[in-house]
């Protein structure tokens, strides 16, 4: 059996028949950039996450360092984040010219401990970015509610979390903005690269909607020193398509992790990680722990991926290496050691196959050769 990492054909043959129209139609009028459909999926989206704006851009990236610029975030300040997401998490600090901080994770939760990140809180710092890694939704309530008492913005990254709640409210919809990727892997992606920002701030939507069209309302008054980042009407229409589709494909992740869930759960050499009491986890990604008892035992992580590898399985790391260790945050002047959390977890992690349109076959088929491999 094969069973690959991911499979994205199955999504755009449930699309293929509405969408094909809509594309042509676009053609039809030649509305590439700023199409009708840009507009469309916005409203439908802010609609979806109970929000008030939603703002396309090209991608999350871009999200993330127009909102930072958008809220007025540059030298000088900092912003906290963990080292065990996606690199862009904190490049987009950096890129604004604040400065990223790590702080631990709390290896349960697998994102901020609480503690630690009040502990990082200085004089300086102006945001904070939660991220909502792996599909699994943080705690906003204690977030939030830590970010109001230190004054702080709150910049939700949910680019894995399209779905997802915390308290019956849908991530995205908590922080002073929250950035989107819709980079075709994600949970609602595009054929290509995309984005979006969402906000109930009218006046951080109008500036975000200037920045990311060259800072013009109206074409070539150039208010703001804005960038070319817009969300293309191609893939406007795609997003609009898979969004009404989101719940179901979401619920079939749901089922596919469940299923994991149950039959991994004897495994004594592996932690796997339960949706949190309080939330929806929407499973962008799924992923174990192998134990440090196993690991000392010569039963590593890398060589359960090579066995399940060999097996036709695919697997991947999210992510190899903490962002306080890379090349391109030396300056930062972090060392090994400064977050033992992050580190031992990068060190232990792998993401197993889940995505909608995996078989029960496949999902037992994975979580039988895991169990081999510990045998
Ligand atoms: C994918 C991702 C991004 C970046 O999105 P792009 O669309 O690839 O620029 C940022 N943060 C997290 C957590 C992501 O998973």
Known sequence: MNVPFLDLSWQSK????????RWQAILDKTAYINGPDVKVFEENLARYLGVRHAIGVANGTDALILSMKALGIGPGDEVITIPTTFFASASAVAHVGATPVFCDIDPVTRNFDMAKLLAAVTSRTKAVIPVHLYGQPVDMTSLVSLAREKG??????????????????????????????????????????????????????????????????????????????????????????????????????????????????????IVTYPQREGSKAVWHLFVI?????????????????????????????????PLHLVPAFSHLGYRK???????????????????????????????????????
Request: net charge negative; hydrophobic share 35%.
């Open 14 to 21: 449930q699309i293929a028949g509405t969408l094909a129209p």
């Open 152 to 269: 702080l913005l709150v910049i939700e990254d949910a680019c894995q979390a399209q779905g997802g709640e915390w308290a019956g409210k849908k991530a995205g919809s908590f922080g002073n903005v929250a950035c989107f990727s819709f980079y075709p892997g994600k949970n609602l992606g595009a054929y290509g690269d995309a984005g979006g920002i969402t906000t109930d701030d009218d006046e951080v939507a109008a500036t975000l909607r200037k920045l990311r069209d060259h800072g013009m309302p109206r074409k070539y008054e150039h208010e703001l020193l804005g960038y070319n980042s817009r969300l293309d009407t191609l893939q406007a229409a795609v997003l609009d398509e898979k969004l009404a589709k989101l719940d179901e494909w979401n619920g079939l992740r749901t089922k596919a992790a469940d299923l994991y869930l149950s039959l991994l759960q004897g495994v004594a050499s």
């Open 289 to 321: 722990r192998v134990t440090d008892e196993a690991q000392a035992h010569g039963k590593t992580r890398d060589a359960l991926a090579q066995y399940l590898n060999e097996q036709g399985i695919g697997t991947n790391i999210h992510y190899p290496y």
């Open 337 to 375: 050691g400064d977050f033992p959390e992050a580190e031992s977890f990068a060190s232990s992690i792998l993401s197993l196959p889940i995505y909608p349109g995996i078989s029960e076959e496949q999902i037992r088929y994975v979580a039988d050769h895991v169990q081999r491999f510990f045998a």
